[in-house]
């Protein structure tokens, strides 16, 4: 049975998983990781979602404040094994819902251009591309997007 549990970065179940998603990244960003990582810092982080399938947690995603009027997506993984059966969309739509509630009404978010599986998550999710904002700006590496909700 899956599960969806709203927490926050104290959780050691969202810090687990994120310890397996900057192993992902590292791997995946080669050299251009230690510039993201510095980004991606989880600590403070007072809304994040934990997916669990049994007691299993195989997934998570957070959001925090970027502007008066958007959250920022973060930390978004899905264990390999888990992927392609629409968890990470679960994630995403569960963290849209909680900043709704928060009365954000949009989203913002950055992923790298070697992610495809990801850019694809966020299209198939109604994501727009935007300029790339920010630290961002000029990296040419990033895919910034935008969803109003």
Same mark, same amino acid.
């Given at each position: 049975?899956?599960?969806?549990?709203?927490?926050?970065?104290?959780?050691?179940?969202?810090?687990?998983? /994120?310890?397996?998603?900057?192993?992902?990244?590292?791997?995946?960003?080669?050299?251009?990781?230690?510039?993201?990582?510095?980004?991606?810092?989880?600590?403070?982080?007072?809304?994040?979602?934990?997916?669990?399938?049994?007691?299993?947690?195989?997934?998570?995603?957070?959001?925090?404040?970027?502007?008066?009027?958007?959250?920022? /997506?973060?930390?978004?993984?899905?264990?390999?094994?888990?992927?392609?059966?629409?968890?990470?969309?679960?994630?995403?739509?569960?963290?849209?819902?909680?900043?709704?509630?928060?009365?954000?009404?949009?989203? /913002?978010?950055?992923?790298?251009?070697?992610?495809?599986?990801?850019?694809?998550?966020?299209?198939?999710?109604?994501?727009?591309?935007?300029?790339?904002?920010?630290?961002?700006?000029?990296?040419?590496?990033? /895919?910034?997007?935008?969803?109003?909700?």
């Amino acid at each position: 049975m899956i599960t969806i549990k709203r927490t926050t970065s104290e959780s050691t179940d969202f810090q687990a998983l /994120v310890k397996l998603l900057d192993e992902y990244l590292a791997f995946i960003d080669g050299d251009e990781h230690a510039f993201y990582n510095q980004f991606n810092k989880v600590t403070m982080i007072k809304h994040a979602v934990v997916v669990y399938y049994d007691a299993e947690p195989i997934g998570c995603g957070a959001i925090k404040a970027f502007s008066d009027d958007r959250m920022e /997506v973060k930390r978004m993984y899905v264990k390999p094994e888990y992927r392609g059966k629409g968890i990470a969309s679960l994630v995403l739509k569960d963290l849209e819902n909680w900043a709704s509630e928060l009365k954000f009404p949009g989203l /913002v978010l950055e992923t790298g251009k070697k992610q495809q599986e990801a850019i694809q998550l966020y299209l198939k999710n109604n994501y727009n591309l935007i300029p790339n904002y920010g630290q961002y700006i000029g990296i040419d590496n990033s /895919v910034c997007m935008e969803k109003i909700i």
